[in-house]
């Protein structure tokens, strides 16, 4: 995106892909100035990461795949055991902010209320904004935890993530409920239902 580092890639089926994968590796990876030094990447099982493209591509430029096993992400992926929550729930907070704005704008206007979804620009100002937010103590213990760097000494130090902000209060749940704008069945995800489809190659770039 032109207003912030990020790089964002998506294709129709809104699932990621071997395509969106090798992209990754190459926008990251790929232009590492020689001699270059070995990179471990932990990716999960998920099919589009193991493909025989990504791994002869990965490989070529010294990028060593090592895989997560199905349903140990939560304990061998360093994002997973320290920043995902945190990161997430700073992305949370500013979507539910973003709502209550709307809620408060729509208050008092006896019309059906119509939640406007946040914009590409807007969305990628939040992740920019939520990564920022975490502290390098907590990158370090993940992947401390996931025994890849030697153990970090306890600190006192609050840790990473908005308190209580990411929850709609009741009244706002309860104006939700009567446009029947709250699913009541979804129950949480672990990140191993993340990805879960290779369908679809085709790579969009904004």
Sequence with gaps: MADTDLQLYANPTAWRNAGIHMEFINGNFGSRPQPRQPILLLVDDFSGHWTAEVKAYAASIDVHLMKVPPSCTAVSQP???????PFKSYLRTAWVEKLREQLRAHSGQGT???MKAPGRSLVCKWIEESWSGLSRTTIKRGFSKAHLLPPIPPSNAMQDGPAALDVLDDAAMAFLREFSMVDETVGDLSSDDDLDSDDGDEIDEW
Excluded: G, L, M, Y
């Design 112 to 114: 059906t209320f119509k």
């Design 79 to 85: 994002a997973d055991i320290a920043w995902n929550r």
